[in-house]
């Protein structure tokens, strides 16, 4: 079946560092891909998106590139914050699927 | 002007009662979703509703019962609550797959 992995976590980073949060995914079929981002006691907010290979998702400084050679969809941004603080999910749907996959979530702590 | 709001917040529930969760959204999305997430944050989909028919029941018991009076509208109702139902239930609409909107969370605590 479809499905989505992320790299471990906790992550935790001191301020203006790179981030790099790694997913890769199993799909039956030619999925559209994202990264959503939960922040303490707070619901769940689409960062960014990518719908067919080589496009490249950005939002907020974060960048993700739909990567079908080695089906993978990596979050990466230049300089975090402390207000990046949150949980990131990766997620995937498959056209008529109509639901989400989700991996199963990263925690990024950022130190000041 | 919230997009998809789901009622109540908070929920704090003795085992064996019977409890609704509420939502609604404005988006005039078709499809309607309900996600568990549990306490290590793992989100699994429940249940999804298209034009207020069920097209997604993922192995849930039947305690859970989803209602869609409408398409807008997709509530969840569950009976004789568990202790492992504690989790955090959020409802999400879509309208084909470019777009899902989730609510802010219900976090249910079953004592």
């Known amino acids: 079946g479809d499905s989505v992995t992320q790299m471990e976590g906790p992550v935790t980073l001191s301020e203006e560092a790179f981030l790099t949060i790694n997913c890769t995914y199993t799909?039956?079929?030619?999925?559209?891909l994202f990264w959503y981002v939960q922040y303490p006691g707070e619901g769940l907010q689409l960062l960014l998106k990518a719908t067919k290979a080589d496009d490249k998702g950005s939002n907020k400084g974060f960048e993700a590139t739909y990567r079908k050679e080695t089906t993978s969809f990596h979050l990466e941004k230049g300089s975090v914050q402390v207000s990046d603080s949150a949980v990131y999910f990766c997620a995937l749907t498959i056209q008529g699927a109509q639901k989400l996959v989700f991996g199963q979530g990263t925690r990024l702590t950022i130190n000041p | 002007d919230t997009a998809v709001s789901q009622t109540p917040k908070y929920l704090v529930t003795q085992m064996g009662n019977d409890k609704s969760i509420k939502c609604e959204q404005n988006l005039g999305h078709d499809t309607m979703y309900w996600y568990k997430q549990d306490s290590k944050k793992f989100l699994k989909i429940m249940f999804s509703y298209n034009n207020k028919e069920l097209i997604i029941n993922e192995t849930v018991p039947n305690r859970f019962s989803p209602k869609s009076p409408d398409k807008a509208h997709l509530n969840l109702h569950i009976n004789s609550l568990e202790l492992g139902d504690s989790a955090v239930y959020f409802c999400?609409?879509?309208?084909?797959?470019?777009?899902?909107?989730f609510g802010s969370g219900t976090r249910l605590t079953v004592v």
């Open positions: 799909a039956t079929g030619y999925p559209s």
């Open positions: 999400a609409s879509s309208q084909e797959r470019y777009g899902y909107t």
